[in-house]
């Protein structure tokens, strides 16, 4: 048996064991996700190393990055600003972590493991640029055919679509992306409304009142809450300070009756203007 194996073997093991919390390692995600909104970062650390003690993959690159980084994000809530908390960790407990992180990884991907191959895609995915009219992440052509790869094999698994069409949009493959895209808003993924909005085939009209009055009802449509109030925010933001093509723009949506459709807007384009 290949040490891979033998160290995925371990880690379908640990996750058998009892926590010190009592959670099942998705769950102590969750609770450590609560405990960054709480601004807890000790406790988060602790149930993100007892998930990622337990085999979670997504527990062990978030400590790896927060040791690395000396600091974790927050779980950002719609309307607001990403927020970092300091994280203290040794260059040595930095390396054990990344170390831990990168060899479960490679052993699980090796097994078929899909929610491995989609973290290892996702790590190829870089850094996205514009290019022409689409997007494609920077680099090499060996990742790039490594990626690819890993693509096909996902494309072909039962994984959510979202993640997928991210790397589709790495890849810069345009029609495998639109593909991933509508899959997704078909079963209704999370975010997947959003984006499918975001990136129609007709991309939504946010200059004229008629073209807004419409995005804000088509978003009004998809499961996320806040949609409409997040996307009114540079809006909202203009006409507080007396902008007069946004106040006549605010004017005209509430003429075309959208604020009486989205009564929390129109609430707060009343108190914006007030």
Same mark, same amino acid.
């Given at each position: 048996?290949?040490?891979?194996? +033998?160290?995925?073997?371990?880690? *379908?093991l640990a996750? @058998?064991?009892p %926590?010190?919390?009592?959670?099942?390692?998705?769950?102590?995600?969750?609770?450590?996700d609560?405990?960054?909104?709480?601004?807890?970062?000790?406790?988060?650390?602790?149930l993100?190393?007892?998930?990622?003690d337990?085999?979670? +993959?997504? $527990?062990?690159? /978030? +400590?790896?990055?927060?040791y690395?980084r000396?600091?974790?994000?927050?779980?950002r809530?719609?309307g607001? /600003?990403? %927020?970092?908390?300091?994280?203290?960790? %040794?260059?040595e407990?930095?390396?054990?972590?990344?170390s !831990?992180?990168?060899?479960? +990884?490679?052993? /699980? *991907?090796?097994? =078929?493991?899909? &929610?491995a191959?989609?973290?290892?895609?996702?790590?190829?995915?870089?850094t996205?640029?514009?290019?022409?009219?689409?997007?494609?992440?920077e680099m090499t052509?060996?990742? /790039?055919?490594s990626l690819a790869?890993l693509?096909? !094999?996902?494309?072909?698994?039962?994984?959510? !679509?979202?993640?997928?069409w991210?790397?589709?949009?790495a890849l810069?493959?345009t029609?495998?992306?639109?593909?991933?895209?509508?899959?997704?808003?078909?079963?209704?993924?999370?975010n997947? @409304?959003?984006? =499918?909005?975001m990136?129609?085939?007709?991309?939504?009209?946010?200059?004229?009142?008629?073209?807004?009055?419409?995005?804000?009802?088509?978003?009004?449509?998809?499961? #996320? &809450?806040?949609?409409? #109030?997040e996307?009114a925010? =540079?809006?909202?933001?203009s006409? !507080?300070?007396g902008?007069?093509?946004a106040?006549?723009?605010a004017?005209?949506?509430?003429?075309?009756?959208v604020?009486?459709?989205?009564?929390?807007? =129109? $609430?707060?384009?009343? #108190?914006?203007?007030?």
């Open positions: 048996m290949s040490r891979l194996l +033998l160290i995925a073997l371990a880690a *379908t996750a @058998c064991e %926590s010190a919390s009592g959670l099942d390692p998705d769950d102590a995600v969750e609770a450590a609560t405990a960054l909104a709480d601004q807890d970062t000790d406790r988060a650390l602790d993100l190393a007892e998930a990622a337990a085999g979670h +993959l997504g $527990a062990m690159r /978030r +400590l790896a990055d927060a690395e000396g600091h974790i994000q927050a779980p809530q719609r607001t /600003r990403a %927020s970092h908390l300091a994280v203290t960790a %040794s260059p407990q930095a390396a054990l972590a990344r !831990r992180y990168a060899d479960t +990884l490679a052993a /699980r *991907t090796e097994a =078929g493991d899909p &929610e191959l989609l973290a290892a895609a996702l790590d190829l995915t870089g996205l640029t514009r290019t022409d009219s689409t997007w494609a992440a052509p060996a990742e /790039r055919d790869g693509h096909s !094999r996902l494309d072909a698994m039962d994984v959510d !679509r979202m993640p997928l991210s790397v589709a949009v810069g493959d029609a495998a992306a639109r593909r991933h895209l509508d899959e997704a808003v078909a079963a209704a993924e999370p997947a @409304c959003l984006y =499918g909005i990136f129609s085939r007709d991309p939504p009209d946010l200059v004229t009142a008629c073209g807004l009055a419409a995005h804000y009802d088509a978003l009004a449509a998809c499961p #996320e &809450e806040g949609l409409v #109030e996307t925010e =540079g809006h909202l933001r006409v !507080r300070t902008v007069p093509d106040v006549a723009l004017d005209s949506l509430r003429s075309l009756g604020f009486d459709r989205h009564p929390r807007l =129109g $609430a707060l384009f009343a #108190e914006a203007e007030s």
